[in-house]
């Protein structure tokens, strides 16, 4: 279980990059497959997709060049901006118009629970994790993993429908704020141990038992 400070969100400044006159959606992670990076860019190529809206890319990783190339190769040069490795990345989260988290598999990743703290709105991929703390409609725009029109479709409603953006925004805040506490989180991790504990007492061994 993943917790955060829901109540001292961190304090970080408006990246400079960022273009008030935009429409700017993040994506924050390593560059790899599993991250679905692919079918976001192609989303954004989408002409249902407002032209304002740009696509940023916060991290680093192996398919760098690909992705740079297909960016290229649709021609969305100033529509889709690889920001790179940035140590300020809960930044671009918290002054983003909207997260994208389009993985294949995902878990819980705190990426996400930084975006619900800073009330960003979140378009995602209907996968584990995210799947069991997110609502379609409700706290979040879920898609299924690997569907460019659905992700098109996600971020043309989120982009120009800004009350839903901020209903979703504010729910999925409700819903998560009491659940992914640091304080419920150590409560989790401290009734594992005594569980554990538990076991071990009962002549079941533990892992340093069996070590």
């Given at each position: 279980?993943?917790?955060?400070?829901?109540?001292?969100?961190?304090?970080?400044?408006?990246?400079?990059?960022?273009?008030?006159?935009?429409?700017?959606?993040?994506?924050?992670?390593?560059?790899?497959?599993?991250?679905?990076?692919?079918?976001?860019?192609?989303?954004?190529?989408?002409?249902?997709?407002?032209?304002?809206?740009?696509?940023?890319?916060?991290?680093?990783?192996?398919?760098?060049?690909?992705?740079?190339?297909?960016?290229?190769?649709?021609?969305?040069?100033?529509?889709?901006?690889?920001a790179g490795f940035r140590r300020n990345a809960v930044a671009f989260i918290t002054y983003a118009d909207a997260l994208m988290m389009?993985?294949?598999?995902?878990?819980?990743?705190?990426?996400?629970?930084?975006?619900?703290?800073?009330?960003?709105?979140?378009?995602?991929?209907?996968?584990?994790?995210?799947?069991?703390?997110?609502?379609?409609?409700?706290?979040?725009?879920?898609?299924?993993?690997?569907?460019?029109?659905?992700?098109?479709?996600?971020?043309?409603?989120?982009?120009?429908?800004?009350?839903?953006?901020?209903?979703?925004?504010?729910?999925?805040?409700?819903?998560?704020?009491?659940?992914?506490?640091?304080?419920?989180?150590?409560?989790?991790?401290?009734?594992?141990?005594?569980?554990?504990?538990?076991?071990?007492?009962?002549?079941?061994?533990?892992?340093?038992?069996?070590?």
């Amino acid at each position: 279980m993943n917790g955060i400070d829901f109540e001292t969100p961190a304090h970080e400044a408006r990246p400079t990059e960022f273009d008030s006159k935009l429409w700017n959606a993040v994506l924050v992670g390593r560059l790899e497959p599993v991250k679905g990076i692919e079918f976001a860019i192609r989303a954004i190529a989408d002409p249902r997709v407002p032209s304002h809206v740009c696509l940023w890319i916060v991290g680093d990783g192996p398919l760098r060049d690909s992705l740079e190339v297909l960016v290229a190769s649709l021609g969305l040069a100033s529509r889709v901006r690889f920001a790179g490795f940035r140590r300020n990345a809960v930044a671009f989260i918290t002054y983003a118009d909207a997260l994208m988290m389009p993985s294949l598999h995902e878990g819980l990743p705190y990426t996400l629970l930084e975006a619900v703290a800073a009330r960003t709105a979140v378009i995602a991929s209907d996968v584990g994790g995210l799947s069991e703390v997110l609502a379609d409609g409700r706290t979040a725009l879920l898609t299924l993993p690997r569907d460019v029109d659905a992700l098109a479709v996600a971020l043309s409603r989120m982009a120009s429908e800004p009350v839903l953006a901020t209903q979703l925004a504010e729910a999925a805040y409700a819903a998560l704020s009491q659940k992914h506490t640091v304080e419920r989180m150590g409560e989790a991790y401290l009734a594992l141990y005594r569980q554990l504990g538990g076991a071990g007492a009962r002549g079941i061994p533990t892992s340093d038992q069996v070590a």
